[in-house]
């Protein structure tokens, strides 16, 4: 009878541990190169000791010369890494409709803020898309810029003020509150006076959402790959308090401006805009796009920011180069105006520079919708398959860059880039599910960078992380502690 009862007991671990075997062996049976897994990480064990971004690299360089892609395995589920640049162009634009989803979980009935245009997928997200992109022209930005302005003139005072003759600052920390009302103003036109009140609840709700996710690492990597639980328990993927917060500020916002007849200049009113022109877009869905390009462009702007003055602190010729190309531009244009952003060829190459060492989002994920006949090869991927892109690595490997750890932006001048393969810069993405904001990013990085640098200089202090550490916390690259500089007030010239 015991042993009976001990073979019930026993039943299930040796079925699952069958099928953990099974799964590890896919890619063998394929014979397509991969790293060996380890459970019950799979290859992403390492997560929670390392940033992704690193663990990608990782892997990238000890599969080296293996070909144009090889397997991994998050937890027991085999999913794709492309290395090949061909490769990964055709995937990105000439095969997107294979692979238009990225695959990232959200739960639109229980967390609809969640159910932003960077996460939903199929018609949703096309038709979505279609609505939104007019919102994102250059004219749109244009009409923008004079909120973006006066919050650099804010940020100029808050500098000004806490430097005097010179102190040592943590840079992340004035630039988050910069892109926070840069943000705040241009997407939902309300003033979070973040350098009156650094600790106002715009400012909480970016620092808990991107700094403590509500789901950890190996939880994020399971919801990810099994959504559909997540959904059928319900699981919401943002803080609820936050979240709350969000949709009822822009609840209250429409309500406002419907019942008071107001026109902003910002996103909020483009997508009133739409839904009174007959798009049907819920509060709900407005609120969730509201959402990411608050989100994306507080964190993933402030990071560019902070980490391209970084490198100019390291790199003293280069930052009185792009000093001149800022002094330059809003002399010809009398004034940091629109015109003159658009005029500053080297801090757009340092800002490029700064991209390829430091993508905000360091892998591009993608997820296929349909079985897919890799090109010139019998390998398949199948439905539903995650893909990486791991452009950290790519970004960073001396086959496309020499010296690729070093800050050199001359290799965004326009020679060098004619030269390159297109795909290995892809900060942003490409093909259809590019990034929607990448002229708003540009223009508010390209702002606080000029302001800062048309009035101060900025140099290594005791404090500045020499060399760089990233956390683990987040998928997003993001520096494990504050960036520290010292930062001195320019004589006149």
């Not at 244009?142 to 005097?164: E, P």
């Not at 010179?166 to 979070?192: P, S």
């Not at 789901?215 to 936050?242: C, I, M, T």
Request: net charge neutral; charged share 25%.
């Amino acid at each position: 009878m015991w042993i009976e009862v001990l073979t019930l007991f026993l039943a299930p671990f040796i079925i699952f541990g069958l099928y953990v075997k099974r799964n590890y062996g896919y890619w063998a049976r394929r014979n397509v190169a991969f790293v060996e897994p380890k459970f019950p990480g799979g290859n992403f064990g390492e997560a929670t000791q390392m940033s992704l971004a690193e663990l990608s690299e990782k892997h990238y360089k000890a599969m080296k010369g293996s070909g144009k892609f090889y397997g991994l395995f998050s937890f027991v589920k085999p999913m794709i890494v492309l290395t090949d640049l061909d490769l990964i162009k055709t995937v990105l634009i000439k095969d997107f409709n294979y692979f238009p989803d990225r695959g990232f979980y959200y739960n639109a009935r229980d967390d609809p803020l969640s159910a932003h245009m960077f996460a939903i997928e199929g018609n949703y997200w096309r038709s979505l898309r279609t609505k939104l992109t007019p919102t994102f022209t250059s004219g749109k930005m244009k009409a923008m810029f004079g909120i973006v302005q006066n919050i650099a003139d804010n940020l100029t005072k808050c500098l000004i003020d806490d430097v005097g003759e010179g102190a040592d600052l943590e840079m992340k920390d004035y630039l988050a509150r910069f892109t926070t009302d840069v943000i705040g103003g241009c997407a939902l036109g309300l003033d979070c006076n973040s350098f009156e009140d650094p600790n106002n609840q715009f400012r909480y709700v970016g620092r808990k959402l991107f700094d403590t996710p509500k789901a950890p690492p190996q939880l994020a990597v399971l919801l990810k790959n099994y959504p559909d639980w997540g959904r059928a328990l319900r699981f919401r993927s943002l803080h609820e308090d936050a979240s709350e917060f969000f949709f009822n500020t822009v609840k209250n916002t429409l309500e406002h401006r419907q019942s008071n007849q107001v026109d902003r200049k910002d996103f909020l009113n483009l997508l009133l805009e739409l839904r009174n022109n007959g798009v049907a877009l819920t509060t709900e869905e407005i609120a969730a796009q509201a959402l990411i390009i608050f989100l994306a462009g507080y964190e993933t702007s402030s990071s560019t920011q902070t980490f391209c003055l970084y490198q100019l602190a390291l790199n003293e010729a280069c930052q009185e180069k792009a000093r001149l190309s800022v002094l330059e531009a809003i002399e010809k244009h009398d004034g940091l105006t629109f015109e003159a952003l658009q005029d500053m060829a080297f801090l757009d190459q340092c800002i490029n520079e700064t991209l390829r060492l430091y993508p905000p989002v360091p892998i591009l994920e993608r997820k296929a919708f349909q079985d897919y006949q890799i090109p010139e090869t019998n390998i398949v991927v199948p439905r539903k398959m995650m893909v990486n892109i791991p452009i950290f690595a790519i970004q960073r490997d001396e086959q496309y860059y020499s010296n690729p750890t070093e800050f050199d932006p001359d290799r965004f001048n326009p020679e060098q880039v004619a030269q390159r393969h297109p795909m290995s810069f892809l900060p942003f993405g490409d093909g259809p599910r590019i990034c929607i904001g990448l002229r708003f990013g540009m223009m508010q990085t390209r702002m606080g960078l000029a302001t800062i640098l048309s009035r101060f200089s900025l140099k290594p202090c005791s404090k500045t992380p020499i060399p760089m550490v990233f956390t683990s916390r987040t998928p997003m690259l993001q520096s494990k502690e504050g960036i520290w500089l010292k930062v001195v007030p320019l004589k006149e010239r």
